[in-house]
């Protein structure tokens, strides 16, 4: 059973940085795609990177493309989300997720139980 957890997350004044971590456990994790989502209270959840098998190619969204990075450490089994420039619209709960059938159009079938990131002015 495929396991995801996050950590990393807390509480940063606009302008900072943090780093974002998610552990995989119980399955090939070089085989997936992962991406990472956050939800903000009130709102959908909504997407926000992907990074493919390899690492070699990302996808942001571009509410965060150029301030957010997404990596990955297959031999760790961990996905990063590196948050620099952080905005008070980026508070929100972020979730990993752990994506099949592909990177064109993965299915995020694993999710992990969040981590708060919460900007302050």
């Known amino acids: 059973q495929v396991q995801l957890v996050e950590s990393g997350g807390g509480l940063v004044l606009a302008g900072g940085s943090l780093r974002l971590s998610c552990a995989a456990s119980?399955?090939?994790?070089?085989?997936?795609?992962m991406g990472w989502f956050r939800q903000a209270p009130g709102k959908e959840r909504e997407f926000v990177a992907a990074?493919?098998?390899?690492?070699?190619?990302?996808r942001y969204a571009a509410s965060v493309k150029g301030r957010f990075t997404i990596s990955r450490e297959n031999a760790k089994n961990t996905v990063y989300l590196q948050m620099n420039s952080l905005k008070l619209g980026d508070t929100a709960v972020y979730y990993c997720?752990?994506?099949?059938?592909?990177?064109?159009?993965?299915?995020?079938?694993?999710w992990g139980q969040g981590t708060q990131v919460t900007v302050s002015s």
């Open positions: 990074v493919s098998r390899s690492g070699g190619s990302t």
């Open positions: 119980g399955g090939t994790f070089s085989n997936y795609v």
């Open positions: 997720a752990l994506g099949t059938a592909g990177w064109n159009a993965p299915q995020y079938d694993y």
